[in-house]
């Protein structure tokens, strides 16, 4: 009977405590996720995390003692527990607030991501640390044995903490989302704190305040979402965001960058990594696809039915490239997350009765599958092998070991070729060359190329192609596309990046690829910062705040000299409408110059010729003005070499050659244009004036005719009678040129 009392009185306590232990664990899964959208998921973000929350821990612990010794112990428990509930609703207004905070950003980044998420969770963390003591001191109150009665709490305190951990990681996050989990725990400990004193009317009042917080916060309502967005309830509704998704491993968002044509990102927490634009699978958008494009082009030979295996989906966009590309190949992807497939088909263009074979495994775990069942010789061997799962926030170190490497090289086929791409910067380059240094341990030839050539020290991505056979990487680049500028490095450069890295040789036991990468961490926060300053000044140039936007662009520039073609060519146009002519023309030239500088090929600068040209035009200055709009075309020419569907560039190609006086070319471009775009009313009327400057009445008028259709079935009758009255215009120029 004395058991079975002391077991009641144990239960109150052994299940606070339970209680608000897994509580601390369920936040502290939450915050990797939480902070994940600013920081990323690194080192730094679990180290941060982990340290903050134990400090909090240990704070909460301390105050927690010294609350137990001066006040009762119920009510204590009840104001803990209300301003713990008060606190969850802190972590998600503080953490809307910092990511903007423009101080942070130019900490360095470890400092960063520490500030951050102390600012956001130490509060919480503090506050549900002093549970325990209280709880403790409560039991003991009650007249049980010390020593059993402490040893119950903490047991009980881990098991909770076993419990939130799990039950965050197999189910909630995956399940509500992380805000929607933290709205949750905060009602619960809410309703704790109801629990342990049911007479106090404050805890009522901040329970009606609670619900109208969590209905701002949470509610699809419009007027919700205003006045949750304007209390940093709620991250501000991005409209370009059409898909968005919080999986077991990451947030996941679709966003869409343009609409002519219609371009989207696929993004992971706070990385794209990928793009691509809508209806044409063909269209690579990034550097190092287009060179897995190009190696696989030269090397395929004439291999109709291809074996290829792309480690990391991403968005999909290279493997429905290659299934596009060679209808009959076998494309395998690999992505440990389903939530990335459902995606892809859902706002990425991946078709639902893709050929394209998914596995959702750890890439590690397939591979070993497919060598435990062939042995040496697997039942199928790969010609093409891509690495497509590496970034430099999150690198799994278990895809670039030597027993990784040693494993794909036995499912490759004698001339199949693995390839990975990477991030860093070759001044730094320890990741690199550790890269590298590692595969040529399994692989005898081993090349490395990546796009700048006159910016080392900056992050980009690299290229390393491991092969069993020697093959002409330059060649095979070039013939696959004579504008694609890239830097293959030469053998001293390779070696130098091997002693750089100190010829570390990676593998399961031994692989320290976080501190290598610390260095290009560091400079991604440099290179945010500059996004962000470039973000604002697009704002303020939107507001017509022209001056204050100048200088934005600028810094921007200064902090990543890559941004510098955008930034000058909008500062040019800022001086144009501000009508200061010479400025706006050093400022275009500052973007050519900067494109020239970085090397790579930056078909955006044929908008700035463009630009250029026109106000040269409007200075009375002919000459150089032509001579602008000619390689304003020449660059538009080169991007639809590559991107024969991209309807704004054959329209400005066509604005471009008609401003020459080459209107028969015009009206090409612009009939390309219209071909893509029919319901697109400006088409046809930049198509009828160049057929009409060349004296083509009959296909000027066919042109008209089909325009005035198409105002009738969109019900503009005002446009179509003025287009008729055109048409009679042209119908009478061509008699007379009959005569």
Not at 433 to 455: C, D, K, R
Not at 548 to 570: C, D, F, H
Not at 635 to 656: M, Y
Request: one cysteine or more; charged letters at 20%; proline letters at 3%.
């Amino acid at each position: 009977m004395g058991k079975s009392k002391e077991l009641v009185r144990m239960l109150v306590p052994s299940a606070t405590v339970f209680f608000s232990s897994g509580c601390i664990m369920i936040l502290e899964l939450v915050a990797s996720r939480l902070v994940a959208r600013d920081l990323g998921s690194s080192l730094y973000t679990w180290t941060s995390i982990i340290g903050v929350v134990l400090a909090g821990i240990a704070a909460g612990n301390y105050l927690g003692g010294r609350i137990a010794d001066r006040h009762h112990a119920r009510r204590a428990l009840a104001v803990l527990f209300g301003l713990a509930s008060a606190a969850c609703v802190g972590i998600i207004v503080v953490n809307n607030a910092v990511g903007d905070w423009m101080w942070l950003w130019r900490l360095n980044w470890p400092a960063h991501v520490f500030v951050h998420v102390f600012l956001v969770f130490f509060i919480s963390s503090t506050l549900l640390g002093t549970i325990s003591p209280v709880v403790a001191k409560m039991a003991l109150d009650r007249g049980l044995a010390t020593g059993r009665t402490i040893g119950d709490i903490y047991a009980w305190g881990a098991a909770g903490s076993i419990a939130g951990t799990f039950l965050a990681g197999f189910y909630l996050i995956s399940t509500f989302g992380t805000v929607a989990v933290i709205w949750g725990i905060g009602a619960a400990m809410l309703a704790m704190a109801i629990l342990y004193w049911t007479s106090c009317w404050v805890m009522y009042l901040w329970a009606m305040v609670f619900g109208g917080l969590i209905t701002m916060g949470m509610a699809p309502a419009d007027w919700a979402q205003d006045a949750g967005t304007t209390a940093l309830l709620r991250k501000p509704v991005d409209p370009n965001v059409i898909y968005e998704d919080e999986t077991a491993y990451c947030h996941i968002a679709v966003r869409q960058t343009s609409k002519r044509p219609d371009r989207r990102a696929f993004m992971q927490d706070k990385l794209m990594h990928s793009e691509v634009i809508m209806g044409d699978a063909t269209n690579l958008q990034y550097f190092y696809t287009r060179i897995y494009a190009a190696v696989t082009h030269g090397l395929c030979g004439d291999k109709r039915a291809p074996s290829m295996m792309v480690i990391g989906g991403g968005g999909y966009a290279f493997p429905r490239y290659l299934q596009a590309t060679w209808p009959s190949s076998h494309v395998e992807v690999v992505e440990i997350d389903p939530g990335v497939t459902e995606a892809a088909m859902a706002a990425f263009g991946l078709d639902r009765n893709t050929p394209i074979r998914t596995i959702n495994l750890d890439a590690r775990n397939y591979v070993d599958q497919l060598l435990r069942g062939g042995g040496d010789r697997p039942e199928r061997r790969y010609d093409f092998i891509y690495e497509d799962a590496i970034n430099d926030y999150s690198v799994p170190f278990q895809l670039v070991t030597q027993e990784f490497n040693d494993k794909i090289i036995r499912l490759l086929a004698d001339d199949g070729v693995y390839m990975v791409n990477l991030i860093d910067t070759y001044d730094n380059g320890r990741f690199l060359g550790a890269v590298v240094n590692t595969a040529q341990q399994t692989f005898p030839h081993v090349y490395v190329l990546t796009s700048e050539i006159g910016l080392p020290s900056l992050r980009d991505t690299f290229v390393v192609v491991a092969t069993r056979r020697q093959i002409d990487l330059r060649a095979i680049l070039s013939d696959y596309n004579e504008h694609l500028k890239f830097w293959l490095l030469s053998d001293s450069e390779i070696v130098d990046l091997l002693e750089r890295a100190g010829r570390i040789v990676l593998t399961d036991d031994f692989s320290p690829v976080e501190h290598m990468l610390t260095p290009v961490v560091r400079q991604s926060a440099t290179e945010i910062l500059a996004r962000k300053y470039l973000r604002e000044a697009m704002q303020l140039q939107v507001a017509g705040r022209h001056e204050p936007s100048i200088r934005r662009y600028e810094e921007a520039v200064g902090l990543n000299p890559s941004m510098a073609l955008k930034a000058y060519n909008e500062i040019g146009l800022m001086h144009v409408a501000l009508d200061r002519s010479q400025q706006a023309v050093e400022a275009f030239e500052k973007a050519i110059e900067a494109q020239r500088g970085a090397g790579g090929k930056q078909t955006a600068v044929a908008s700035v010729y463009m630009n250029l040209g026109i106000l040269l035009d409007r200075m009375k200055r002919p000459t150089e003005s032509k001579e602008r709009l000619a390689r304003a075309a020449e660059w538009f020419r080169i991007e639809l070499d590559e991107n024969p569907g991209s309807v704004v560039a054959w329209d400005w190609l066509g604005d471009t050659l008609a401003m020459m006086g080459e209107f028969e070319q015009a009206s090409d471009a612009f009939a390309k244009a219209l071909a893509l775009e029919p319901g697109n009313p400006g088409h046809y009327q930049k198509l009828a004036r160049a057929l009409e400057f060349q004296k083509r009445y009959d296909e000027a008028i066919s042109v008209v005719r089909k325009h005035i259709q198409l105002m009738q079935e969109q019900g503009n009758r005002d446009m179509a009678g003025q287009l008729r009255q055109y048409v009679e215009l042209l119908e009478y120029r061509r008699v007379k040129q009959s005569r």
